[in-house]
């Protein structure tokens, strides 16, 4: 099948775009910046859009498909309800799909299901990402915070490292937090 | 106030599109309408009317701001299934708010001694009858008030429509899309119209409610199964929303409302941007009074009848879609029942479902070459 894909993370795009390929579908990358699905969908006539479901270029695919019944349309019109899992999954995954008029939605299914373990590693990576460098900031404000009290205090690195704990642990909240409050208090 | 939330039976997830006229369901957040209701409301941004479409169908979403022909639209969808048919509204958000805007490469040369609509609309004509260009037109959605709301002006303006090429374009990018050259004219929401001007990439030309004076815009859409399976707080959540409109009304809440708006988990822009686009209500630099946007008044909450035919008729006029098809009444998707008890509940007057305000305008059908 010809598939256009638009995603404007690239970095998601393009294992998606290699995955879909691999199964042995033609596959075009809408490249990023200009307005151009219009032209796109005219020349490569895709069967199948693979489209991030945030993109506000969306309502410019409705109106493509609007425009000629040749033209894929929304598979939320196409879907039954055995499809109801798939489709459901896609949207909170982030993927939306148009289908050409004729193509039955199972036969979308493992292109849906692929698109929807690319968005979902994506995902996972980028909470993982979030996560390292929530850590590497924590680490910096500890870092900053046991200078402030080594200095005010005139104690050694231990003993901030302890105090800061202990205060954690009776407050019951986060050793990043209490060192806020420890840069706020001096700084 | 932010109220946090907890799921629970009165739990309610709304979507929304970042522009203006989203404004009664975050000052029904902020203001805490919505909690005196009782309700624990999760406001969840998109970005495109597609996506709402989509989580409203499904049921992801329990409610949405929606452009008002969407609704139809999606009844009269191409190989429809129960899917698309499983939204319908009970409550409009207002009259208007949409403007024209021409690019100001165009309206330069217009060179036009005032900013009256027929003074423009001649100019217009006699520029494109100077050249062989395609007029680039703007719109939000195929099925929107939006763009037949260009048809009106296009018709108005005596505009040949084999001249002009319409284009769906992100409101978040129709300003540079008008500043890059790519669109001549756009119609669309608030801020998008003040923001061209302050970017001098566009000029407002038109405003919607100079084509029709009480012109339905954005509905709340609910999901047939949850206003099926929990009315009480589907009434609850349409109280709430009637009340913010009627608080916006009131031109001392512009600047309140402005900066909730503006806040980054919303619209995600300048305060005093909205204030601007928000002041157009009283303050008007066209002559005439003009209104940009009524969220309360006059019975702008009310789900027409006749609005719902008119977007019909319109569909039909325009080749969207062969509307014969409609199935279901009219009634199932603009559910007057539901409006009236939650109006009476709030001891608001409500009138006769066939006494919409002013007149409907007649479809514009498009004009040709001459």
New interface residues.
Partial sequence: MNILLIDQIANRAKPLEAALTALGHQVVVRPSGK?TI?HMVETFQPDVVIVD???????????VS?TS?RYP??I??????ED?QV??QS??AGV?AYIV?GLQPSRVKTLLNVAISRFEEHQRLKGELLKTQNELSDRKIMDKAKGLLMKHKQCDEEAAFSAMRKMAMNKNVKLAEIAQDVIDLFS | MLTPFTANQNSVQIGYVPLLDCAPLIVAQEAGFFAAEGLHVSLQRESNWASIRDKLSLGILDAAHILAPMVLASQLAPANNDHAKTFKTALAMGYNGNAITLSSQIYNQLAVPDNTFPTIAAALKTHLSLTNETLTVGTVHPHSMHTYLLHQFLNRAGIDMARVAIKVIPPVNMVEAMHQGEVDLYCVGEPWNTAAQIAQAGRIICYGSELWAHAPEKVLGVNQGFAQTRPEIHEKMLAAIVRACQWLECADHIAQSALWLAEPEYLDCSSDLLIQAMLGQWHTERPGSHQRKVFFSEQANAPWPAHAQWILQAMQAYNQIDTRKLSVSLDALYDWQTYQRVMTRLDLPVVEREHFPGLLPAIARPVGPG
Avoid: V
Wanted: negative net charge; proline residues 7%; aromatic residues 14%.
């Fill in positions: 307005y219009y479901a945030d993109s506000p270029d969306r309502d410019t695919l409705e109106d609007a019944d349309r929304p939320i019109f196409f879907a039954t309800d109801d489709i459901r949207i909170q939306s008029d």
